[in-house]
């Protein structure tokens, strides 16, 4: 495989993608390497032309999803996501990707409608997060709030908790609500230094 080692995007897209495989399963593992390997450019190349070859709804997604990351393409992207929300409107994939980019193009109330109709039809965290995002953003933190607290009432994880404090002290200034989630977590899991230093920034702002 022939990783391109340049930062400037816009010459990724312009240069031809040398490619040392000949299989369709050697031409999957070769775009996700390039993925893994912050090569966004060259992997949506890859999944662009799988797609191009086999019209399977998989390629299409997963280089609509690379497009959303370069920023790249996004009329192109919109209108497919029209088509594929069309044929199925339960596709999981297909609503976080059209959340993801309204999101981008701050379209906070039609993300919004998005996100509930994802909480509608799933229940997975990384679903729920996505979910939450939207909501944080169209001004609706108190939905936002009751996700996360899903989420973590089930996986006790750092970085949500983290986020229920960050919401209740910065746009409710319920700092002792946020001090008292975050202590309990330490006394449930432990701490370390993230969760340490909101604390004390919570516990000033207090005083």
Same mark, same amino acid.
């Given at each position: 495989?022939?990783?391109?080692?340049?930062?400037?995007?816009?010459?990724?897209?312009?240069?031809?993608?040398?490619?040392?495989?000949?299989?369709?399963?050697?031409?999957?593992?070769?775009?996700?390497?390039?993925?893994?390997?912050?090569?966004?450019?060259?992997?949506?190349?890859?999944?662009?032309?799988?797609?191009?070859?086999?019209?399977?709804?998989?390629?299409?997604?997963?280089?609509?999803?690379?497009?959303?990351?370069?920023?790249?393409?996004?009329?192109?992207?919109?209108?497919?996501?029209?088509?594929?929300?069309? *044929?199925?409107?339960?596709?999981?994939?297909?609503?976080?990707?059209?959340?993801?980019?309204?999101?981008?193009?701050?379209?906070?109330?039609?993300?919004?409608?998005?996100?509930?109709?994802?909480?509608?039809?799933?229940?997975?965290?990384?679903?729920?997060?996505?979910?939450?995002?939207?909501?944080?953003?169209?001004?609706?933190?108190?939905?936002?709030?009751?996700?996360?607290?899903?989420?973590?009432?089930?996986?006790?994880?750092?970085?949500?908790?983290?986020?229920?404090?960050?919401?209740?002290?910065?746009?409710?200034?319920?700092?002792?609500?946020?001090?008292?989630?975050?202590?309990?977590?330490?006394?449930?899991?432990?701490?370390?230094?993230?969760?340490?230093? *909101?604390?004390?920034?919570?516990?000033?702002?207090?005083?």
């Amino acid at each position: 495989m022939h990783y391109i080692l340049n930062t400037n995007q816009d010459d990724l897209f312009s240069k031809p993608m040398n490619l040392d495989v000949t299989t369709e399963d050697d031409k999957i593992m070769q775009g996700l390497w390039y993925e893994e390997n912050g090569d966004l450019a060259n992997s949506y190349k890859v999944f662009n032309q799988l797609y191009k070859d086999t019209k399977a709804e998989a390629y299409q997604i997963k280089k609509i999803h690379l497009s959303l990351l370069l920023n790249k393409d996004l009329d192109i992207s919109s209108k497919e996501l029209d088509v594929l929300y069309a *044929k199925n409107p339960n596709n999981k994939d297909v609503l976080k990707l059209i959340l993801t980019l309204h999101l981008m193009q701050n379209k906070f109330d039609l993300a919004n409608q998005e996100a509930h109709k994802l909480t509608q039809i799933s229940n997975d965290y990384t679903d729920l997060e996505v979910a939450s995002d939207a909501y944080l953003y169209s001004n609706e933190p108190n939905k936002a709030i009751d996700l996360l607290e899903k989420i973590y009432n089930e996986t006790g994880r750092d970085d949500i908790v983290l986020r229920i404090a960050t919401i209740l002290s910065d746009m409710y200034g319920e700092h002792k609500q946020a001090e008292d989630i975050l202590k309990s977590h330490i006394q449930k899991f432990g701490s370390n230094h993230v969760i340490e230093e *909101k604390l004390h920034s919570i516990e000033n702002l207090k005083k």
